[in-house]
């Protein structure tokens, strides 16, 4: 894959003159991608009577091919705004067909998308703290549970520390449990291959505009087909109803598949984009990807290492995935230097740095930036 690499950077017109590490705040978009989101522009534009007639078709289109690249039933996929716009729709949910209490299990360290919907919505939480290494044990989270125990609210990866879960171990434990496990996998999209199908998670929810790469207003929210029971949906709108039926008085005629979550129809700008970014990272491969951001991440790790750098995030391959944490007295200002020679990391924390590459990153990146060290 390496010449390959250097042709997928050019993907990426931005990188030309600036070094950007910032994959786990917001990615560039690839020409692809870009050119995907132009072209709906285009044909609202320029054709809108052929674009009326086709624009339910492309939305199916992309929730096929989002389906696709999780491994599940084009039901159970739909496209909402934002996270915390999702993790609402899930806690309306939850309440609604509350089955043990209204407690959730979440992590001392989770981004607040996942955990201030669950409060707003009456939950009690319980926090679990990492150890003295950042790391997170499915033990301490199974301790945590109680018989009131609804869910477990977690993200695959940490977007402060870059702590990555064993998902596979604790989705298999809570199952067994009969507690549903609510993932945001935001931070691991993109970078580490998901197959829902093998991994038994309740609902997950995916921002695009990380590491998946297909920019703002398309998250992907999967609810598998046993948590959609007779409560299911929370809201109700009118394309949760069969479609283009127009049905306005019988409840009994709601769907009880996950797009019926998208109330009306969404702009079809990032979800074209996101289609387009899921066929972008099939066709170089996930695995390809995962395995040049190890690389790269490796790399970080050693030099970092041989500064003298305190590292935050744990450095177990298996336990993080591209999010590598430093801690700096001097973080924002170094952040600024680093600014005004275009290299862009950011700071999640008071005195840190996060540092996020990507598989159009290169060695070259990495020694850019610890040139300014």
Not at 60 to 69: E, G, L
Request: proline share 4%.
């Amino acid at each position: 894959m390496d010449n390959n690499w250097i042709s997928i950077r050019n993907d990426f017109p931005c990188l030309l003159d600036t070094t950007y590490l910032n994959a786990a705040g917001v990615t560039p978009l690839p020409s692809v991608v870009h050119q995907a989101g132009v072209n709906i522009l285009n044909r609202m534009h320029f054709d809108a009577k052929k674009f009326a007639e086709d624009m339910l078709f492309v939305n199916i289109a992309a929730h096929q091919s989002v389906a696709d690249f999780y491994n599940v039933d084009i039901n159970d996929i739909a496209f909402v705004h934002t996270t915390s716009l999702g993790m609402n729709m899930l806690a309306l949910h939850l309440g609604r067909r509350r089955k043990n209490g209204k407690h959730i299990v979440t992590l001392a360290d989770e981004f607040p998308a996942s955990t201030l919907p669950w409060s707003a919505h009456g939950f009690e939480l319980t926090y679990v703290d990492a150890d003295e290494s950042n790391r997170i044990s499915v033990e301490s989270i199974l301790a945590a549970l109680t018989p009131q125990t609804e869910a477990v609210v977690a993200s695959y990866v940490q977007s402060g520390t870059g702590c990555r879960l064993d998902i596979h171990t604790l989705a298999n434990e809570l199952r067994t449990r009969n507690i549903p496990l609510i993932l945001n996998a935001t931070q691991a999209a993109g970078c580490i291959q998901i197959d829902l199908a093998k991994t038994p998670v309740a609902a997950m929810l995916v921002s695009g505009n990380k590491w998946m790469m297909a920019g703002y207003g398309a998250t992907t929210l999967y609810v598998s087909k046993e948590l959609r029971d007779d409560s299911f949906p929370p809201l109700a709108g009118w394309l949760t109803a069969e479609p283009f039926s127009f049905t306005n008085n019988r409840l009994n005629a709601l769907s009880r598949n996950a797009p019926g979550l998208e109330l009306g129809l969404n702009s079809l700008v990032p979800i074209a984009c996101l289609e387009a970014a899921v066929k972008y990272i099939q066709g170089i491969g996930v695995e390809n990807i995962e395995k040049r951001i190890a690389e790269l991440a490796s790399f970080l790790i050693k030099e970092l290492k041989q500064r003298g750098a305190k590292i935050i995030t744990p450095l177990d391959s298996a336990e993080h995935a591209g999010i590598i944490t430093i801690v700096r007295s001097d973080a924002y200002q170094w952040i600024e230097k680093l600014k005004a020679r275009n290299i862009v990391v950011v700071s999640r924390g008071e005195n840190t740095v996060r540092i996020s590459p990507h598989f159009y990153n290169n060695l070259t990146d990495i020694e850019q930036l610890l040139e300014n060290w």
